[in-house]
């Protein structure tokens, strides 16, 4: 599911690519602007004297509710943050994952309002960035006092060798729901 790209006299252009109801083009101007948005809005929101978590450590922190934590925390609450997460960088014709493109775009923002913000790329479940991560809190944070867990792992390998896959289905019947068509733009029926 990576995305495809080529270079046109210097600049990238990203086609768009989509996988059933989901669009997988990822462009690093394009999601650089989404957080600088949802910066903005915390930002906006911000109330003088609040008070929040101060050092933060959020598990699966480079989209969805992994990032707009870390982006709370940080510039609603001026909290020092570690993020972990697992993003492939662009390679050849494939541009990078959005939420590679997403946490640069985060550090980059945070380093500029003087924020403390560290990013670990890989396996939160291996014992290598565990350790990592356990290294920089002690050597950096010494503490933290918010931990969230925010990981969406498909397939998950535990230390003797089991695999557990996660997939999404109902218990019971099949539910059905509208969903939209990202290729033509209309709203369908979908069952799953």
């Known amino acids: 599911m990576r995305r495809k790209q080529r270079r046109n006299g210097g600049k990238m252009i990203v086609e768009p690519k989509v996988k059933g109801f989901i669009c997988i083009t990822a462009h690093p101007e394009g999601c650089a602007e989404s957080v600088r948005r949802q910066v903005d809005y915390v930002k906006s929101k911000r109330k003088s004297g609040l008070e929040g978590p101060k050092k ?6 480079s989209t969805g509710y992994g990032l707009a934590t870390r982006i709370s925390a940080a510039f609603g609450c001026g909290a020092a943050t570690i993020g972990v997460m697992f993003e492939k960088e662009a390679t050849g014709t494939r541009t990078a994952t959005p939420g590679f493109y997403n946490t640069r775009a985060f550090e980059k923002i945070a380093e500029k309002e003087g924020l403390y913000a560290k990013s670990v790329n890989g396996d939160a479940f291996s014992d290598e960035i565990k350790a990592q991560v356990i290294e920089i809190i002690k050597k950096d944070l010494k503490e933290v006092d918010l931990v969230v867990y925010s990981l969406a792992a498909p397939r998950r390998t535990d230390r003797d060798g089991t695999v557990y896959t996660s997939v999404l289905k ?11 068509d990202l290729k033509t733009n209309e709203v369908t029926m979908v069952t799953v």
């Open 170 to 180: 109902t218990t019971k019947e099949a539910y059905t729901n509208k969903t939209l």
């Open 56 to 61: 933060v450590l959020v598990i699966g922190a």
